[in-house]
């Protein structure tokens, strides 16, 4: 089974593109993949059943079979961190995930895991992006918005306590570079990346919206 684990730098980063590009590739390429977003903040109910809106974006287009219990095992609905730190949360939120990610694991070559906002979100609950990738075992990969010293300030930041887990990192994706207006960019951050030993592994251009 290979996976990977999509992390950014912050939220509407670009996670969820590179998730449905990474599973169209796949797919295509006759890959039995799978997609988990297992810790999710924006969620609909569909048939009574709970579920990230990213995951049900992902079985709807894709028409995958795989259940919606496992595609996104905890949601953290509003006032639940409050209860959680008063210690009102009895359910284990970890155990929830080990046996999505056991389901999940059978019966596919690959699984594309999608996390929520930068490598320390969720902390609170006791599920970081890092903690949740350590449960997984799945090697990351940071997201980043353009620019050039944000993007990389902000990949080394993350990169830090993913490091401090044992997570293996293999590399980052830049979103929203205007190569348009300037076409050294890719090259400026593939270098800036790789003074911290970080491998750029592809940029996603800026398109802006024409009216």
Excluded: C
């Amino acid at each position: 089974m290979r996976q990977l684990y999509l992390a950014a730098t912050g939220r509407n980063h670009g996670k969820t593109t590179l998730s449905l590009g990474l599973l169209a590739a796949l797919i295509d390429r006759g890959v039995a993949t799978a997609f988990t977003k297992p810790v999710g903040q924006r969620y609909a109910m569909v048939e009574e059943v709970p579920a990230d809106e990213d995951a049900i974006l992902m079985k709807e287009l894709f028409g995958l079979d795989d259940r919606l219990l496992d595609m996104s095992p905890v949601h953290i609905p509003r006032g639940f961190t409050k209860s959680f730190i008063r210690g009102e949360v009895v359910e284990d939120l970890a155990t929830k995930i080990d046996m999505a990610h056991a389901n999940l694991v059978a019966g596919h070559e690959a699984l594309i895991i999608e996390g929520t906002g930068h490598a320390g979100v969720g902390a609170v609950v006791g599920l970081s992006n890092a903690d949740v990738a350590v449960r997984m075992r799945a090697p990351v990969v940071i997201v980043s918005e353009g620019g050039v010293g944000r993007p990389i300030d902000e990949i080394v930041l993350n990169q830090a306590l993913f490091a401090r887990r044992g997570v293996p990192l293999v590399g980052a994706v830049v979103n929203k570079v205007d190569v348009d207006a300037d076409p050294s960019l890719p090259d400026v951050l593939r270098q800036g990346l790789a003074l911290h030993g970080i491998e750029l592994l592809g940029i996603l251009p800026y398109r802006p919206v024409l009216a």
